[in-house]
């Protein structure tokens, strides 16, 4: 096989293969810089109204795209994935993704520094962090994509984007902690049915996945003869990045960058990620086998959407039924499946209806009982709600379509 440009050719049937989106993925290097570029805008024409145009770009513009450019469900032939695995150019958009974000983070803490000297009112503020807070969460996609590599420079560059965030104990947790419980009552990264997102977000993602990411680090050192305080514990390694980082910005910029700095992170790490981790595996589970362990994971214990503006934008993360069933799995190389799990939207679009509980259950409750044939004995339900929600949908003897 042999790539030209952007085509991979069979070396015994002369079959090949196109990647039409190969020059596209350079939007989710593009997608990162906006915020830059409503700043920059909103400061010549000086209409405050333009730092506010990141989270409507993201909460209408995307999900409206999406709409009418409908779903890509084309697969790479699996005979041309290893030289699709291999081209360089797709690795190099997520390297080169890196110093775009801390370009934009940048730029945000800068313009806040002089819009709050400059006696701005605060909704323009507010406005600014949510900016810079969306595409921050992109940079815990960045480095969800780069940490799951097995390359030293990957590895690197996945722990200093996700510093951004003060998120860099998601490398341990989502690897190590979310891989192998995803899709279980154990895993506190995969929502339940019936569990609103906020209750998902504040009482068991957040906190559960800092104190699973710690146990895991802690572990490792002690079975080495470490104690945790040390610096190869990679959770202290990340927060100390994530220090330097903010500490470089506010000798720069001031103190008063340091609650952009940690808005930013907040919004744009944190509730982003809790975000997808809601959407991405809401009410599926993983069977028990008879000898007590869960199911090997497989790609219908993950929501997934093929839409295709939201996946250009985010290096094909909604693609995420194939992700968890092959993790190491570039995302040019994500595949469709048929009869999976699948999301009405991409992921902004769902994410909005996330916050809105009421929305969220009359869409999504729905579809979870189909995939699952009205079986509420196969569904990861909040034990909360259980007798509720079994009392309102467990009908296994009635289908989907009846």
Not at 29 to 38: A, E, Q, R
Not at 78 to 98: C, I, K, N
Not at 126 to 154: P, R, W
Request: glycine content about 6%; some cysteine; aromatic content about 14%.
């Amino acid at each position: 096989m042999a790539v030209l440009g952007k085509t991979i050719t069979h070396p015994e049937t002369g079959e090949t293969y196109r990647d039409g989106k190969r020059y596209l993925w350079t939007l989710s290097i593009v997608y990162p810089l906006l915020p830059t570029l409503f700043i920059g805008i909103a400061l010549y024409t000086g209409q405050l109204g333009w730092l506010w145009a990141m989270p409507a770009f993201y909460f209408i513009a995307v999900p409206i795209v999406d709409y009418f450019l409908g779903e890509d469900t084309n697969n790479p032939p699996d005979w041309a994935v290893p030289e699709l695995e291999e081209d360089r150019y797709y690795r190099v958009l997520t390297w080169l993704t890196v110093p775009v974000h801390f370009v934009t983070l940048a730029v945000g803490a800068w313009a806040f520094a002089h819009y709050y000297a400059a006696g701005a009112p605060a909704w323009a503020l507010v406005g600014l962090v949510l900016s810079v807070a969306y595409a921050a969460g992109i940079a815990v996609n960045t480095g969800h994509e780069l940490g799951h590599k097995k390359s030293t420079l990957e590895q690197w560059l996945a722990k200093i984007v996700l510093a951004i965030t003060a998120y860099g104990h998601f490398k341990v947790e989502h690897n190590r902690g979310h891989h192998v419980h995803v899709a279980t009552p154990e895993d506190a990264a995969s929502a339940r049915m019936g569990e609103s997102f906020f209750k998902f977000a504040l009482t068991r993602e957040i906190p559960g996945t800092i104190r699973r990411a710690w146990e895991l680090e802690r572990d490792r050192m002690h079975k080495e003869g470490r104690s945790a305080f040390n610096l190869r514990n990679e959770v202290l390694h990340s927060w100390l990045l994530t220090a330097a980082i903010f500490g470089v910005l506010t000798a720069a910029f001031g103190w008063i960058v340091l609650p952009f700095l940690f808005a930013q992170a907040l919004l744009g790490g944190y509730m982003q990620l809790s975000l997808a981790n809601y959407v991405e595996h809401y009410g599926l589970l993983r069977q028990k086998q008879a000898n007590g362990r869960y199911e090997r994971c497989q790609p219908e214990h993950s929501w997934n959407t093929n839409h295709i503006f939201s996946n250009l934008l985010s290096f094909h993360l909604q693609r995420h039924s194939d992700h968890h069933a092959y993790a190491t799995r570039r995302y040019q190389s994500l595949r469709h499946f048929e009869d999976l799990p699948s999301l009405p939207s991409g992921y902004p679009g769902m994410f909005l209806l996330a916050q809105i509980p009421p929305l969220w259950r009359a869409v999504m409750d729905k579809r979870l009982m189909a995939h699952y044939d009205y079986d509420m004995t196969r569904v990861n339900v909040d034990p909360a709600q259980r007798d509720k929600l079994f009392a309102k949908y467990h009908k296994p003897r009635q289908t989907a379509a009846a």
